[in-house]
């Protein structure tokens, strides 16, 4: 839309306050102010839900994998073929094998049910999700036959272990005696200590070498499960797939959908609900710039009917009362994004303050699965976002450049 200089003028003129304008121009303030706060909570609330799901991804694909082929009783026998067909399989990256077990641990009078994981070394020290979040000892020490393991940190806490404590395993699948079955229990020393972040894992993992695991379960050279990692996680079903005929009778697949298929999908319902019911903000909005541009029409009635007189032209006077609608929908969209922006850059300073002020915990990852506040802005729904507050801007201003362009000049100006 290409104004002459006219017309430019006319929108500067109307933007500003004019001699007893000043409730026309608070409204438009208000108008603007809407809009960014519109624009700020749809970007800051779809960027944590985004943040959310791409962080709580990264951790339990981390540590799961895309898929994993898991025995029916828990054991697989012929596990290196399994691993060996996997790597070979087009799409997969990596094919790992794992011992996972729940069992009960004890120390220092304390105990906590724990979910036991054996991995082969060179698997642990090329996984980043574990290497990267040691926070105490030194995981190099777990070693085979080292009688070390390492813990989350949650554990820790629960369990009121460091590195060096003694931890205690109890396997109920122990030796058969004429008084019936003795739980095995081994003791290790903490080597380590590490925080992945979803609190669900740091409050029960134990880490330990394969051998250790296999002997302490009493699975010989079995293992549990082997981890697959794929390309494109998206299409790990058809990846995997060639795969159902070798574990046939053996073993199912489950990939990171089936796995985690509630949590995800409910992410996946309240972020959609969640942007439906915050554009209903950006919606009120708008309705504000409607308003404050009808009272501006009403109140430059007879300037309009002046302008008429003198040979502006229909279209003309649209022009400009659209300009100005749409000039202060696009400030409060530039505003919002500074102010959502800002935001994001310093959430967890702002949550940290908010739970000092109330002294309420709004952050617990007991009950929100990560340690802190995650963001990730997605650029494709900021731009849905700002295309999606102007065209409603746009529209909001057609019903004012209307009435603005139909006045009669003929009929106000016999009246005045």
């Known amino acids: 839309m290409i104004l002459n200089r006219a017309e430019r003028m006319l929108a500067r003129r109307y933007l500003l306050p004019g001699k007893g304008e000043g409730f026309i121009f608070l409204v438009a303030t208000i108008s603007l102010i809407a809009v960014a706060l519109g624009v700020a909570a749809l970007i800051i609330v779809m960027s944590v839900m ?14 799961n994998g895309h898929a994993v082929v898991q025995g029916y009783d828990g054991r697989l026998s012929d596990w290196q073929q399994i691993a060996d067909s996997a790597k070979k399989t087009p799409g997969v990256t990596s094919a790992v094998p794992l011992i996972e077990t729940p069992l009960m641990a004890t120390t220092n009078g304390r105990f906590a049910g724990v979910l036991v994981r054996g991995m082969r070394m060179e698997d642990i020290h090329s996984n980043r999700t574990i290497m990267s979040g040691v926070v105490a000892g030194d995981i190099k020490s777990v070693t085979p036959g080292s009688g070390k393991v390492a813990i989350g940190s949650r554990l820790a806490e629960t369990l009121g272990a460091y590195p060096g404590s003694q931890i205690t395993l109890w396997n109920p699948e122990g030796r058969s005696t004429v008084v019936g079955t003795v739980p095995r229990e081994e003791t290790y020393t903490v080597g380590a200590i590490f925080e992945i972040g979803v609190y669900d894992y740091d409050k029960a993992f134990v880490l330990m070498p394969m051998q250790d695991a296999q002997e302490l379960l009493l699975m010989g050279d079995q293992v549990g499960m082997v981890e697959i990692q794929t390309k494109d996680p998206d299409r790990v079903q058809q990846i995997v797939a060639p795969l159902q005929k ?16 509630a949590l995800f999908q409910a992410l996946e319902v309240e972020r959609v609900a969640m942007f439906v019911v915050l554009s209903l903000i950006v919606l009120v909005a708008v309705f504000n710039i409607l308003s404050s541009l009808i009272m501006l029409v009403r109140a430059k009635t007879r300037d309009i009917a002046i302008l008429r007189t003198m040979g502006a032209s229909r279209r003309g006077m649209m022009k400009v009362f659209v300009t100005v609608g749409v000039t202060i929908g696009t400030l409060g969209i530039v505003l919002g994004i500074i102010l959502g922006a800002i935001f994001l850059y310093f959430r967890q300073d702002v949550v940290n303050f908010i739970q000092d002020v109330t002294g309420q915990n709004l952050w617990d ?5 990560l340690t802190d506040l995650p963001a990730k802005p997605n650029p494709v729904e900021v731009v849905a976002i700002i295309l999606i507050a102007l065209i409603l ?8 450049a209307y009435k603005a362009a139909s006045t009669d000049p003929v009929q106000v100006l016999r009246y005045e």
């Open 393 to 400: 801007s746009f529209l909001a201003t057609l019903y004012p």
């Open 50 to 63: 985004n943040g959310f799901r791409a962080e709580l991804f990264d951790k339990i694909v981390g540590l």
């Open 246 to 261: 070798l574990i046939q009778g053996k073993g199912v697949i489950v990939d990171w959908r089936q796995m985690n298929s």
């Open 365 to 369: 990852p007991s009950v929100r699965f």
